[in-house]
């Protein structure tokens, strides 16, 4: 899995840096076949303060892609949902591709 963290109008710190990756961990525990993760954390120039500090991620997954985007006045609370968020996805797309056996309908003849 790669993972690739970049800042947009702030510096990315190691502590979020390891927040980030921490949070994250979450997904591939969840599902294996993560190939690609992108996060961008920006600060936006807005007039409101409550949805200034943004967190965006690009997931690659096999055979689709995923995304999921969250604005919040703190930088941290906005990893927290944005971590939720991609859980969730990837949690219905794991769902969705897992083969479901079913037995054939009898015949009656």
Known sequence: MNLTISGHHLEVTPALRGYVTSKL?????????VVDIKVLL????????DLRQRAECNIHVKGKD?????????????????????????????DRTQEHHHEP???LM
């Open 66 to 94: 995923l995304f999921a985007e969250s604005a919040h006045a703190d930088l941290y609370a906005a990893v927290d949902e944005l971590a939720d968020k991609l859980d969730r996805q990837v949690l219905r797309y794991k």
């Open 42 to 49: 920006t600060v936006d120039n807005l007039k409101e303060k």
């Open 105 to 107: 309908a009898k015949r």
């Open 25 to 33: 961990e979450r997904i591939s525990r969840h599902f294996d076949q």
